[in-house]
């Protein structure tokens, strides 16, 4: 579905990139999954919970320039994520 808006999915959180690797082999994900230990990317994109202990799960699409087309708290589906774009 991603493949065919020419969107690259991934995941980014604090753990490492082992813990990353053990966790989408178990679950068999179709997508990488980054490390970001010093929360720098999780920042950049307006992810940080409100008091700074972590993460909030979101969805967030970027374009090839770095602009944020879509962010949304949450884990919305890939239909509501697609529609945003004006695709469906």
């Known amino acids: 579905m ?3 808006q020419n969107i690259r999915p991934f995941g980014v959180n604090p753990a490492s ?3 990353h690797a053990a966790y989408a082999e178990r679950l068999g994900l179709a997508f990488p999954l980054l490390s970001d230990p010093d ?3 999780s920042r ?3 992810t940080l919970k409100p008091v700074l202990t972590g993460i909030a799960r979101s969805v967030c ?3 090839q320039d770095g602009t944020v087309l879509y962010s ?4 919305p589906g890939a ?8 695709s469906s």
């Open 61 to 63: 699409l970027i374009d």
């Open 2 to 4: 991603y493949s065919e």
């Open 17 to 19: 990139a082992e813990s």
């Open 72 to 75: 949304q708290a949450g884990a």
């Open 44 to 46: 950049s994109y307006g």
């Open 39 to 41: 929360l720098s990317i």
């Open 79 to 86: 239909g509501i994520v697609l529609e945003s774009l004006g």
